[in-house]
């Protein structure tokens, strides 16, 4: 059975401070993907990034960046010179692609807090 | 491009009552599914489909049904609704199976009472 655990419940920092967001997930696939959605205030769920396990190289995206690591089972999110806008809860999400048409396992979020 | 829109955006219901949540993709795509997310927690996923009029369980089917009659669409139904299907429901659609990234709704937050 698939798992993903996100540790951080709530993480508050203050603007422009950097944060990383912890992400742990278990699997018995070889082949599986990862994402992180941000989900702000208003509501909605927002595709952030989508990584395969084949391919273990980080990846930054402006402010954003992401952390693969397969020895630890874990992909963490790390925002720098973090903004009050990036509040949010943030989560982290696995798919196997074994075949199965199951969507997707979340953890259960981490609170974003930046404060002013 | 809408992308996935859902209505109604907020509904009450009384215990017993039953309602339809709407679900709409304008994107063509084939996969579609509805998850629930209680308060701090994750989305769990309660059905979903691989293309028009095909549909299957997921984690948390119980008290639910859904319909596939075309490719956009995809109603959630709630018959005899109770107090824990209080919640947010999300609809997303993707355009294949896993591990297509999925693009959700807005969410519709119902509250039974």
């Known amino acids: 059975a698939q798992k993903v655990t996100q540790a951080q419940t709530e993480i508050s920092v203050v603007e422009k401070e950097d944060v990383t967001l912890d992400c742990v997930y278990e699997?018995?696939?070889?082949?599986?993907?990862l994402f992180w959605y941000k989900q702000p205030p208003s509501g909605e769920l927002v595709f952030l990034i989508r990584?395969?396990?084949?391919?273990?190289q980080n990846e930054i995206s402006g402010r954003y960046s992401w952390n693969f690591q397969k020895s630890t089972s874990s992909f963490n999110f790390t925002i720098t010179a973090s903004q009050v806008v990036d509040s949010a809860v943030y989560f982290c999400?696995?798919?196997?692609?074994?075949?199965?048409?199951?969507?997707?396992?979340f953890g259960k979020g981490t609170h974003l807090i930046i404060q002013p | 491009n809408a992308g996935v829109t859902q209505t109604p955006k907020f509904r009450i219901l009384k215990i017993g009552q039953s309602m339809t949540l709407q679900c709409t993709q304008d994107?063509?795509?084939?996969?579609m599914y509805w998850y629930r997310q209680d308060p701090g927690m994750g989305l769990k996923l309660i059905y979903y489909?691989?293309?028009?009029?095909?549909?299957d369980k997921g984690e948390v089917p119980n008290g639910y049904n859904v319909s596939r009659s075309t490719t956009e669409d995809f109603p959630l139904r709630l018959e005899l609704a109770a107090p824990s299907q209080t919640s947010v429901y999300f609809c997303?659609?993707?355009?294949?199976?896993?591990?297509?990234?999925?693009?959700f709704g807005p969410g519709t937050r119902l509250t039974v009472l």
């Open positions: 997303a659609s993707s355009w294949g199976g896993p591990p297509d990234t999925q693009y």
């Open positions: 699997t018995r696939d070889t082949t599986y993907y």
């Open positions: 990584r395969n396990s084949f391919d273990e």
């Open positions: 999400a696995l798919s196997e692609a074994g075949g199965s048409a199951d969507g997707l396992t």
């Open positions: 994107m063509n795509h084939n996969y």
């Open positions: 489909s691989v293309g028009a009029g095909i549909t």
